[in-house]
């Protein structure tokens, strides 16, 4: 019978997961694979967004049962809803999350807006700011407040300087690792026209990925951005879809795998960067699209 570590390779370990409103969505997906992998879940929803899209907002007693039904060995799981674009939730977000087991290790900031965006004559400072608010500056302070809670090292008498060092006294242990994970999508491999404020929030995060990644790992913080490619939450089925079924059809025939991604697999690719086997790659973008982006 095999060790449980290796069985559960996250046990004891606590994250917090963001955007788990839906049981087809890439959220819902990372919580219950790093549920099989031993860690307690705690995960934000807002279901007041998805209500506003074609696909619809979930049963979020559903959602809960299918995250309980993951866990092992005495694991807990709890759960908040928060309008992200307060800026203040991402706060109280990590201090409700660090509260359900006294520890937090994994951040996986899955939430996004999707919705009301446009070509570049479209553009407005409100619809801007609003993808802006959402997508990137709370994803950057859900990083702060989770960097402050996991770090012991992080109080500061002054602001860092351009080009200063955090500063750590010594390597991190790979067990006592954190993780952060950033979701991206793909921007600066093909044209997203017609979504210009969220292709540009998320550009953001890719950009900054490698200044933010090598701050956390003077924390003993790895942090890595996901790019899962096209995968179907709901968002391409021909009922609930905004996008021409025949330009979609077309594409999905064209992909190596003649399929769209599905939300396990980038979830099975945040599950294992977030053991203990994956802490060697840190500070990258990675895309894992089954070859879509080579099309």
């Known amino acids: 019978m095999p060790h449980p570590s290796f069985a559960r390779p996250l046990q004891g370990r606590t994250a917090l997961v963001t955007g788990v409103s839906r049981r087809r969505g890439i959220g819902y997906a990372v919580a219950v694979e790093l549920a099989a992998l031993g860690a307690s879940v705690f995960f934000h929803h807002y279901s007041a967004h998805d209500t506003d899209q074609p696909w619809g907002a979930d049963d979020l007693d559903a959602v809960r049962a299918g995250i309980r039904a993951a866990l092992h060995d005495g694991a807990l799981t709890g759960d908040a809803s928060a309008d992200l674009r307060d800026p203040d939730a991402a706060e109280d977000l990590v201090e409700q999350a660090h509260a359900l087991t006294g520890r937090l290790d994994i951040l996986v900031c899955n939430h996004a807006r999707s919705g009301g965006d446009g070509s570049v004559l479209d553009m407005t400072a409100e619809t801007l700011d609003a993808f802006w608010d959402t997508n990137t500056r709370s994803t950057l302070l859900l990083t702060r407040h989770f960097a402050h809670r996991h770090a012991t090292t992080t109080s500061r008498s002054a602001p860092v300087r351009p080009g200063d060092r955090i ?113 060697w790659v840190a500070g990258q973008v990675i895309t894992t699209d089954g070859g879509m982006s080579l099309t």
Do not use: C
């Open 167 to 279: 500063g750590r006294t010594r390597p991190a242990a790979r067990s006592a690792a954190g993780r952060v994970f950033w979701m991206t999508s793909g921007q600066g491999q093909r044209p997203m026209r017609g979504e210009v404020a969220y292709a540009t929030s998320k550009a953001a995060l890719a950009g900054v990925t490698p200044t933010v990644a090598a701050e956390l790992l003077e924390l003993g913080i790895v942090l890595n951005t996901i790019n899962p490619g096209p995968v179907n939450t709901g968002y391409l089925d021909p009922g609930t879809t905004d996008r021409s079924l025949e330009e979609l059809e077309a594409w999905r025939r064209a992909t190596p795998f003649g399929r769209w991604g599905r939300p396990t697999d980038p979830a099975r690719l945040i599950g294992w960067l977030a053991t203990d086997h994956g802490v």
